[in-house]
């Protein structure tokens, strides 16, 4: 395969990697949304997401394949170490490792941070069919993230209903008194 490189997302990429999400959206129940965003509404989520938390973006001789960010876990300030994990690949990249590499480059970042829990919020079905495979799970799981949850019938797109799994992964030991989570914006003042 030819060069991957991961760098951090701009919000110039959301045309193109809106184009990646779209499918997703359109084709599948791994996101529960029902419309395509506009690329103004999706430049709004990188730049959102990017206050706070890493926005990566892999390429493959210079053009978007995937894209993983962290975002807020729930908005309260003792949930400020845990943050959630989401990742889209192209299908014609998947199996290459470019998620792994997204995961990879997303985890030493939020570290640095000082983040310690990562959670993934994952559509899942006991029998795949045409809009739902269980390959984020198989990938989350050969990624060190275990089940934390089950909730059923939680998720209805294309005339069914989706179950939602949670995953987790611990990134390092949780101290005594955790240092506070440097937020990117904050590391930009630096």
Not at 30 to 55: A, D, M, Q, T
Not at 56 to 65: C, F, Q
Not at 74 to 84: F, G, N, Q, T
Request: aromatic share 14%.
């Amino acid at each position: 395969m030819s060069n991957v490189t991961i760098r951090m997302a701009v919000p110039e990429d959301a045309e193109k990697l809106l184009k990646i999400y779209a499918p997703f959206v359109t084709d599948t129940a791994i996101s529960f949304e029902y419309e395509v965003p506009s690329v103004e509404e999706f430049r709004s989520r990188i730049i959102s997401k990017l206050e706070k938390f890493p926005y990566l973006v892999a390429e493959v001789d210079g053009e978007p394949v995937g894209y993983a960010y962290a975002s807020t876990f729930i908005p309260r300030p003792a949930y400020d170490w845990s943050v959630e994990a989401t990742v889209y690949i192209n299908e014609e990249y998947t199996g290459m490792g470019i998620g792994r590499k997204l995961y990879d480059t997303l985890e030493e970042l939020l570290t640095r941070q000082n983040v310690y829990n990562i959670n993934a919020c994952i559509a899942y079905v006991d029998h795949e069919d045409p809009y739902v495979t269980n390959r984020s799970m198989e990938f989350h799981e050969h990624m060190g993230y275990r089940l934390i949850g089950k909730f059923t019938n939680s998720g209805y797109k294309f005339g069914r209903w989706y179950d939602m799994i949670w995953m987790e992964k611990i990134l390092r030991p949780h101290p005594e008194t955790p240092e506070k989570v440097i937020f990117r914006n904050e590391m930009e003042k630096e």
